[in-house]
């Protein structure tokens, strides 16, 4: 990369999962959208807003096909090819599917980066999708004023083991497979007020492959999964909360990663945070006297975040010990219980 090149995160408005449109603002766009025509192979559509469309093939697969992409949320571009592919095959793993390909989205400022720093970009995505086993066959690049990357991801899963974001049941624990607080350490960057820790703790997340999500097709007890993206893990439980027509109950002190809380309390956050609020709030519970930061935190966007996982209480412990042996772990985050589709955050 050329000493005379902007930094990455310079040339976009937003970065990662923040770029993502407002819970709200996406709800309002696709209500105009004419319903689709039945087709009997399609299992999972644009419904439920899960993570991924579903399409049966014959009785022993069915394709996964999923699409995301964003803006830098960090200045190396290896780095951020990493992240924004990991981000990518996170949506195949949370409906419990194996990648089997994928394909690039690539849109950059090409007067303005050099061909070397678009080619890094690239080849951080390759490394992503060969550690996942899989090539990038192809992809489609054009000029664009701000740089964008991603993937389209294709993967396999058995029909009957397809995992959704509404199967969720009242008696189910939620668990998270990352810690919270990406948004946080990624508004601390773009402010120059990250720390070498930091960003090591930043890389180190949004970097690791959910691949813990396709060993939990067909495993006992695992009603419902969805990845905490941009959303937030608030709006994120609230559409589990939604496919399950039930209460999700999120406690108010969920793990974080290193330094977040403390970016928190000095005002760091990022934009997506508010809007988001705005655009859920008023279907979520709080506990009087919770917190700003705390309620921020819930909110906070995670770029390439971990899966949710709705597991019923008596395979919670089978679960994590299975999470171990697979090199993943969870923190317990809530729970399912009867009531209203709505999410309350409990003290």
């Excluded at 399609?42 to 093939?57: F, H, K, P, Q, Y």
């Excluded at 997340?205 to 969805?226: D, M």
């Excluded at 772990?329 to 955050?345: A, N």
Aim: proline share 5%; aromatic share 6%; hydrophobic share 45%.
């Amino acid at each position: 990369m050329t000493t005379s090149e902007p930094r990455l995160t310079s040339l976009a408005h937003g970065g990662g999962c923040g770029c993502k449109l407002a819970p709200a603002v996406l709800r309002d766009i696709l209500k105009g959208m004419p319903q689709a025509a039945p087709f009997a192979n399609l299992m999972v559509g644009t419904e439920t807003s899960d993570d991924a469309a579903v399409w049966r093939l014959n009785d022993q697969q069915a394709l996964v096909a999923t699409t995301d992409f964003f803006m830098p949320v960090v200045d190396d571009p290896f780095h951020f090819g990493q992240i924004a592919a990991t981000n990518a095959l996170s949506d195949v793993y949370a409906m419990g599917g194996t990648p089997i390909f994928a394909l690039a989205i690539v849109g950059m400022p090409v007067n303005v980066l050099s061909t070397e720093t678009i080619g890094r970009i690239l080849q951080g995505g390759a490394s992503v999708c060969a550690a996942a086993g899989i090539p990038v066959a192809g992809g489609h690049s054009i000029d664009s004023v701000e740089p964008i990357y991603g993937l389209v991801a294709l993967g396999l899963v058995h029909p009957d083991h397809v995992l959704t974001n509404r199967g969720a049941r009242p008696g189910d624990v939620l668990v998270l497979t990352k810690r919270l607080g990406v948004g946080v350490l990624s508004a601390a960057f773009k402010q120059d007020r990250l720390s070498k820790d930091g960003y090591r703790t930043l890389k180190e997340t949004t970097t690791r492959l959910n691949s813990f999500g396709a060993r939990l097709a067909g495993r006992p007890g695992v009603h419902a999964v969805t990845d905490v993206t941009g959303f937030g893990l608030l709006g994120h439980a609230l559409e589990m909360a939604r496919g399950a027509d039930a209460t999700v109950e999120i406690t108010a002190d969920p793990p974080t990663l290193a330094g977040v809380r403390e970016l928190l309390r000095d005002g760091v956050r990022t934009g997506a945070s508010g809007r988001n609020w705005a655009s859920y709030g008023a279907e979520v519970d709080l506990p009087a006297g919770l917190e700003d930061w705390r309620r921020d935190l819930l909110t906070d966007p995670q770029t390439s975040g971990g899966l949710l996982i709705a597991v019923a209480e008596a395979e919670v412990h089978e679960l994590k010990a299975f999470a171990r042996i697979n090199g993943s772990g969870f923190d317990i985050v809530g729970r399912v219980v009867e009531g209203p589709p709505r999410v309350r955050v409990a003290a």
